[in-house]
């Protein structure tokens, strides 16, 4: 008799970072996973890969209970200097980016090794009951909907060591298998884009060097020879060195360089300051390419992220954050379907919404990989005043700070992100602000951030402004929430409510009339209603989606407007 299929809600081929988290976001929602991984840990690299993890992905790591894990092992980068000819250069290189970091309450960039960033996603995951099945690659899958019971993909796995077979069944099949990605591959989706012919060096390790400030989080040589180098602090006692193979040097070594090649050029490129290599972690070769998938989705039922879907260069550190991204963009979609709780058509909003992104991010990677290895790019010839790779630089750097911190990410209107409803309001699609409130009677502010991090949950927020001034309103909408065909009570299932009162109030009833719509917080000197753009006069409501993107804002009056937009995707009989 055939072995019984095990099944499953997700079937997720590849246990790196993106698989790992989209797993444990999707197992926090109640969605159930299974992980297969097609190397034995023990035989994949125990250092080296990602390793810096800008604000806006640490903002979506705290959503998910995973940010105060990674902070005690990580480095936290708060500063960057750049070195030419033994000289610092002033306002140039990583530098720039920390000037657009101060939206965010991580000001910062966190470097820790992917090794251990992997440990703690794949810890997190198990806590909850889960293991990841290491030594299995997929081999074949094949989509059937007669059965109707929503186990829609058929997928065969293989032992690597044994060659035994099984059967899974799953209701959607995600690659997140890296630049490789068989799901990909079985899928027959092409890949646009091309290589570009650079080759970089990567060496992590143990090193001496009386280059100053060697700890600063992350610093630059400018180089003749080398590039742009990059020197990066990590985890634990290690540093990263990273250069470029300029054509002079890969003619020289061609693409099997040595380690102790790659050790000497390491000392060269960090010229006039010395370097002493105690020990290497992890040492790669590899050339620059910039590519993405055609497509996201497929056959309705089978989606990529991560690496699977787009492959760039380490330039700007985008690899495992645009991964982050991914995971945390598509796991709230696919818990919603699972559950029954969404239409499945809102799934083709992860395409719409991270192609474009990946994109952007193809683009601004031409021109720094180029920059990083000693070219002027073509499109930045014109505005770099010297002529010179350093200066076109620190144009992208400027140019694209914004999107490569991840606070400047915005998606393009759809039925998640409605066209804007209130002229002062920011713009639906982008990052909600992380304003600072106060709870009733405590002494300090509290980041909205902190306390919104329910997994899978929309949250509403009722600006009151001045309740002097909008009492009307306020009662009107307590009564407008109550009718049972408001959106609060079609939809409770997914909503958590937060009013936010300008100024102080001893209590919700004297603040508000009644009491909280959810929890009362306070907003003292209305900086809150500030950065969302709510006039204290008026006040509003805002709808922010599961991964804090702003959704949809509307007048204290128009809940009607918000159960119209709720009802664009929402299955109502589910809930």
């Not at 293991?131 to 019971?149: A, H, M, P």
């Not at 799901?183 to 970089?200: A, D, H, N, T, Y």
């Amino acid at each position: 008799m055939a072995e019984k299929p095990q099944t499953t809600d997700v079937f997720i081929c590849g246990g790196g970072p993106v698989g790992l988290l989209l797993a444990y976001s999707l197992a926090r929602q109640g969605v159930q996973s299974l992980v297969v991984e097609r190397y034995q840990r023990e035989l994949q690299e125990k250092h080296g890969r990602a390793t810096s993890l800008y604000p806006r992905s640490l903002e979506l790591l705290e959503r998910e209970d995973l940010f105060d894990q990674l902070a005690q092992v990580g480095f936290f980068a708060r500063n960057s200097i750049t070195y030419k000819d033994g000289q610092v250069v002033p306002d140039r290189g990583w530098q720039i980016l920390w000037k657009h970091f101060k939206e965010s309450f991580h000001s910062y960039v966190l470097n820790i090794r992917q090794k251990y960033s992997e440990d703690i996603f794949r810890a997190s995951y198990e806590a909850l009951g889960y293991r990841v099945q290491f030594g299995w690659e997929l081999s074949s899958y094949e989509i059937d909907t007669k059965l109707e019971d929503g186990h829609n993909v058929t997928a065969r796995i293989k032992s690597l060591e044994t060659g035994e077979e099984k059967v899974v069944r799953c209701k959607y099949l995600v690659g997140a298998d890296g630049g490789n990605s068989t799901v990909r591959q079985l899928s027959q989706i092409p890949m646009e884009g091309e290589k570009s012919g650079f080759k970089w060096i990567r060496i992590d390790g143990k090193f001496n060097t009386n280059m100053p400030y060697p700890d600063i989080g992350i610093g630059s040589i400018e180089t003749e020879t080398h590039g742009n180098v990059l020197w990066v602090r990590l985890d634990h006692d290690a540093h990263r060195i990273g250069y470029a193979l300029s054509p002079k040097l890969y003619e020289k070594y061609g693409d099997n360089i040595t380690e102790d090649q790659a050790k000497y050029e390491a000392n060269e490129a960090m010229k006039p300051y010395t370097l002493e290599i105690e020990r290497v972690d992890w040492m790669t070769c590899y050339g620059i390419g910039q590519r993405v998938a055609k497509q996201f989705l497929s056959d309705d039922f089978v989606l990529l992220a991560g690496d699977a879907g787009h492959t760039h260069s380490s330039g700007f550190a985008q690899g495992m954050n645009t991964g982050i991204h991914d995971a945390t963009n598509v796991s709230w979609k696919l818990a919603g379907i699972v559950k029954g709780f969404y239409d499945p058509v809102v799934l083709q909003s992860f395409e719409d919404e991270r192609r474009p992104t990946a994109q952007q991010l193809i683009e601004i990677d031409k021109s720094a990989a180029a920059a990083i290895s000693g070219i002027v790019p073509a499109k930045y010839a014109s505005v770099a005043a010297e002529s010179s790779p350093d200066e076109a630089m620190r144009v992208i750097v400027e140019e694209t700070a914004p999107f490569t911190a991840g606070l400047g990410i915005r998606y393009k209107d759809s039925i998640f992100n409605k066209p804007q409803q209130r002229k002062i309001m920011r713009a639906q699609g982008t990052r909600a602000p992380d304003v600072l409130l106060q709870k009733p009677g405590a002494q300090l502010r509290t980041r909205l951030y902190e306390i919104n991090k329910s997994p899978g949950r929309w949250t509403v927020l009722v600006f009151a402004g001045s309740s002097a001034l909008t009492k009307d309103a306020l009662s009107q909408l307590r009564g407008d929430l109550a009718l049972r065909s408001s959106f609060a009570q079609k939809y409770s299932p997914l909503l958590d409510f937060l009013t936010v009162v300008h100024g102080g109030a001893p209590s919700a009833w004297i603040a508000l009339g009644g009491p909280a719509f959810g929890k009362m917080l306070l907003d003292p000197d209305g900086s809150a209603h500030d950065e969302y753009g709510i006039a204290v006069e008026a006040g509003g409501l805002v709808v922010l989606r599961p991964d804090t993107v702003i959704g949809f804002a509307a007048d204290l009056k128009d809940v009607q407007e918000v159960d119209k937009y709720f009802a664009g995707f929402c299955k109502q009989s589910s809930l």
